[in-house]
T-cell receptor
């Protein structure tokens, strides 16, 4: 399998613009996670899905952030409008449930810079 | 919530040296994983280890769940081992990450 695939790898945008990050999980995995990594806060869980259904979005910082998973092979994380403090690396990860969250595999991340 | 503490926060090794990284957690957990983030930012899954000991080449890990800690051993370190090592524990069906140990291996 190709692993978790994220796009874009790098995004530079201006404050106020909409940003859409994309993720393709490993085929057959039924959990999908979105994390954000910053120097100040480390790795934070934003939201996760099980079988395409959002289970916990308590980590989403505010209403400007939204995530969808329309099918088992695709998820998006959208920020609208973006702000400089959203600059971070956003990781998508997936796992195969074993009754717990299972062994987690990460994509290469999307580095977002908001000017 | 659960606290996940990693030590040391950073470590410098000479190539060929051995090291032990520690992860302490404050409550019972369902599982524990170790990850390596390389200098290019990629997060690699090293071990899925809720309990016991596992080995993979020069790396091994031990989790003592009853005492709420896990250890990651790196033997004969190489410059490619440099990066940040994270432990993550499953708590309430979420993975909670520690702050990481920054490892630099010098040639």
């Amino acid at each position: 399998d190709a692993g978790v695939i994220q796009s874009p790898r790098h995004e530079v945008t201006e404050m106020g613009q909409e940003v859409t990050l994309r993720c393709k999980p490993i085929s057959g995995h039924d959990y999908l996670f979105w994390y954000r990594q910053t120097m100040m806060r480390g790795l934070e869980l934003l939201i996760y899905f099980n079988n395409n259904v959002p289970i916990d979005d308590s980590g989403m910082p505010e209403d400007r952030f939204s995530a969808k998973m329309p099918n088992a092979s695709f998820s998006t994380l959208k920020i609208q409008p973006s702000e400089p403090r959203d600059s971070a690396v956003y990781f998508c990860a997936s796992s195969l449930s074993r009754g717990t969250t299972g062994e987690l595999f990460f994509g290469e991340g999307s580095r977002l810079t908001v000017l | 919530g659960i606290q996940v503490e990693q030590s040391p926060p950073d470590l410098i090794l000479q190539e060929g040296a051995n090291s032990t990284l520690r992860c302490n957690f404050s409550d019972s957990v369902n599982n524990l994983q170790w990850f390596h983030q390389n200098p290019w930012g990629q997060l690699i899954n090293l071990f899925y280890i809720p309990s016991g000991t596992k080995q993979n080449g020069r790396l091994s890990a031990t989790t003592v769940a009853t005492e709420r800690y896990s250890l990651l051993y790196i033997s004969s370190s190489q410059t490619t081992d440099s990066g940040v090592y994270f432990c993550a524990v499953e708590y309430g069906n979420k993975l909670v990450f520690g702050a990481g140990t920054i490892l630099r291996v010098k040639s």
